[in-house]
T-cell receptor, first 114, second 114 residues
Framework: KNQVEQSPQSLIILEGKNCTLQ??????????LRWYKQDTGRGPVSLTI?????NTKSNGRYTATLDADTKQSSLHITASQLSDSASYIC?????????????FGKGTTLSVSS | DGGITQSPKYLFRKEGQNVTLSCEQN?????MYWYRQDPGQGLRLIYY???????QKGDIAEGYSVSREKKESFPLTVTSAQKNPTAFYLC?????????????FGPGTRLTVT
């Protein structure tokens, strides 16, 4: 069964600290993996999208890594800010699947405190 | 929110009433989607449309209906047949239906049925 598992479920860190969120998936064959940021009560906003051949991608203070062999991805946030408080969702797409076949993780809720 | 608007932001209805959620996009995208988000769960696909005058059921279509009369618009009707309609509803669009196209999300509509 195609699944996307994210850990931890929630995380609290102090402003200025770094953190890493994990995503494990069983989707096969694999096409791409996306990370979204979703502020409370808002729609998700794309952070990165990585294909099979990419093993790292950055977007400002956000760096995503992908290991297609172990089917694992991580999202590293550097020098966290209060505005980073949100839910981070990992989404995986299978090869030759329509955009309707996206598998969404349940998300990691990050709280950044001052 | 990537040129996608959803209205209203909050919607309250009595049980047994049908309600229609609006979704409009100005991105000239062919494909549009409706998702439902419940606490602690990943997004689930309700309906999708690949092109004008065409739409298909997603994973949880029971109790919902849609139309796609214009490229820019993809309204969702939550009918009285939907057993648990209270949820956060997200509309999304992508240039095409294929898995490698980015999906852009609207700001969402929170529906509460009592």
């Amino acid at each position: 069964k195609n699944q996307v598992e994210q850990s931890p479920q929630s995380l609290i860190i102090l402003e200025g600290k770094n953190c890493t969120l994990q995503c494990n998936y069983t989707v096969s064959p694999f096409s791409n993996l996306r990370w979204y940021k979703q502020d409370t009560g808002r729609g998700p906003v794309s952070l990165t999208i990585m294909t099979f051949s990419e093993n790292t991608k950055s977007n400002g203070r956000y760096t995503a890594t992908l290991d297609a062999d172990t089917k694992q991805s991580s999202l590293h946030i550097t020098a966290s800010q209060l505005s980073d408080s949100a839910s981070y969702i990992c989404v995986v797409s299978g090869e030759n699947q329509a955009g309707t076949a996206l598998i969404f993780g349940k998300g990691t809720t990050l709280s950044v405190s001052s | 929110d990537g040129g996608i608007t959803q209205s209203p932001k909050y919607l309250f209805r009595k049980e047994g009433q049908n309600v229609t959620l609006s979704c409009e996009q100005n991105l000239n995208h062919d494909a549009m989607y409706w998702y439902r988000q419940d606490p602690g769960q990943g997004l689930r696909l309700i309906y999708y449309s690949q092109i004008v005058n065409d739409f298909q059921k997603g994973d949880i279509a029971e109790g919902y209906s849609v139309s796609r009369e214009k490229k820019e618009s993809f309204p969702l009707t939550v009918t009285s047949a939907q057993k648990n309609p209270t949820a956060f509803y997200l509309c999304a669009s992508s240039q095409r239906l294929a898995e490698n196209y980015e999906q852009y999300f609207g700001p969402g509509t929170r529906l509460t049925v009592t």
